[in-house]
């Protein structure tokens, strides 16, 4: 008996040879369990990013194993680390390179605050250059949690209107970080 | 230990150069002397090329702000000698509203960064640099940093506000 295990069908009409759903779900049922990341790691997090990769917490599990190292074709950027001041134009230019839908996780208190680093030459939080979905804390997380803020994106992943990123709110979002 | 006595060089420096150089003190064992902007590159010309001390290597070139001081801003410029296993440190003190002092790339080349990084953090101006411009901190940065005047803490931080802790 395998114990492979499939993916639930999202929620919709069944019937004798035809299932019913709406394309939102479907497409956020496949979107979300087969994202691809990409590791944007300056420190310790991209560390414990290693551990999550790895056979032991294996994010494979959730369909990420694909790492993208090329932003043009990456669903997910993950920032793992302290990102300098000087470095934010960069990490601005990677989320800009990424084709919609897009989702950021800011892994770790550097990302997410500027952490240990207050300071002048520390962005004190990725925030302040792009739009994040979900913060992960830690100093570092452990991969656990790097394993537990990913299946929070693949929730919105799941729920997200396809209509979602021609919404005037979003559109406003990115127009607030001088996005287009 | 090295082959030249701390005395030996307090002795070749001030013949060399009398009443320009005054001894700050040894801490560490590692001589420590002040000069004027005026005689600095004199002086490192003459250490390098001379045939004795031989002063042929520039460890770091840096600055100090010392904001209780008339002379606030302390350009500092660590030598060796690679030959003699000595080494040497020569101060230059300058008032924070003139912070003017020529380069030492004529002499090492490898001031030239060194240089570039003092002005970053300090806003020392080397005159004479070809191309004295910031080297580590972000192009657009206006302030220089490492002086005592500049907050320690980001402005832009928000989860240190004090209404976050009941204060």
Known sequence: MSDIQLVEAPPGVEGAGFFATTLDKAIGVARSNSLWPLPFATSC??????????STYDLARFGAERLSFSPRQADLLMVMGTIAKKMGPVLRQVYLQMAEPRW????GACATSGGIFDTYSVLQGIDEVIPVDVYVPGCPPRPEAIIDGFMNIQKLVKTESLRRRSEPKYQELLASYGIQ | MGTITNEDLIKRISTQFPGQV??????????????????????????????????IFLTDLTAIHYPDQEKAMAVVYHLHSLVNNVRLRLKVFLAIDDVHIPTAIPVWDAANWMEREAYDFFGVLFDGHPDLRRILNVDDMEAFPLRKEHPLEDPNRVDKKDYFFGR
């Open chain 2, 22 to 55: 005054t001894v700050l003190g040894e801490p560490y064992g590692l001589l420590t002397m002040e000069t004027t902007r005026e005689h600095i590159i004199e002086i490192l010309d003459w250490l390098k090329n001379d045939a004795v001390l031989q002063f």
């Open chain 1, 45 to 54: 997090c991209g560390i414990e990013f290693m551990a999550t990769m790895a």
């Open chain 1, 104 to 107: 950021v996780i800011a892994v």
